[in-house]
């Protein structure tokens, strides 16, 4: 079975903290992906990375950064929280080739910014 | 603008019976539409996925069908199950640069 894992479930920052999300998944899969997901507004892209120390911008990179050292590791940084980054926050995995290929999701963080 | 609509936003039915959610989407290029299902507190989990020459899929009480002419799909639950009570997310692949697009979601409960 896939697994995708994250690093915490719930988490509450201050407004202006560096917040560290952590997505480790376990099938060598070479694309990996973070997404936010807001009530009425459906999952959005914020980063994807279809290598080691490769990276591309999604549809809202705004006030976030992302890191890939090893393949199966891909962190979501944002570096100075604020109150509308308050959000649920998914990272999913999927094999190379196209993002046809179905992406498998880990549990979620739900971040609350105050 | 690639966009994917699903209807009706919440349903709530009694255990045992079925029922069909819609899912119009104005995505292109198509390259394939999936369901996922996600549960309260949970990442979405893959039902389904259907490339433009496939019509229809299942996965057990699960059935998809999609009439890329008409650009709409359906998700048909059939003897549904208190279990079954969850969000259900239409996603279309393509639209340029292979990405997806999400629908806001069904939101099911299934009661006794």
């Known amino acids: 079975d896939v697994k995708v894992t994250q690093s915490s479930r719930y988490l509450v920052k201050r407004t202006g903290e560096k917040v560290f999300l952590e997505c480790v998944q376990d099938?060598?899969?070479?694309?990996m992906f973070w997404y936010r997901q807001d009530p009425g507004l459906g999952l959005r892209l914020i980063y994807f990375?279809?290598?080691?120390?490769?990276?591309e911008k999604g549809d809202i990179p705004e006030g976030y950064s992302v890191s890939r050292e090893k393949k199966e590791r891909f962190s979501l940084i944002l570096e100075s929280a604020s109150t509308n980054q308050t959000s649920m926050y998914l990272c999913?995995?999927?094999?190379?080739?196209?993002?046809?290929?179905?992406?498998?999701f880990g549990p979620g963080t739900r971040l609350t910014v105050t | 603008k690639n966009q994917v609509e699903q209807s009706p936003q919440s349903l709530i039915i009694l255990e045992g019976k079925n029922c069909t959610l819609q899912?119009?989407?104005?995505?292109?290029?198509?390259?394939?539409l999936r369901w996922y299902k996600q549960d309260t507190g949970r990442g979405p989990v893959s039902l389904t996925i259907?490339?433009?020459?496939?019509n229809t899929k299942s996965n057990g009480r699960y059935t998809a069908t999609l009439d890329a002419d008409t650009k709409q799909s359906s998700l048909h639950i059939t003897a549904s199950q208190l279990s079954d009570s969850a969000s259900y997310i239409c996603v279309v692949g393509g639209g340029g640069g292979n990405k997806l697009t999400f629908g806001t979601g069904t939101q099911l409960k299934v009661e006794l």
């Open positions: 259907m490339t433009f020459s496939e």
């Open positions: 099938m060598d899969h070479e694309n």
């Open positions: 899912c119009n989407y104005t995505v292109s290029p198509f390259s394939n």
């Open positions: 990375s279809y290598d080691v120390k490769m990276k």
């Open positions: 999913a995995s999927s094999i190379t080739g196209t993002v046809s290929y179905e992406q498998y």
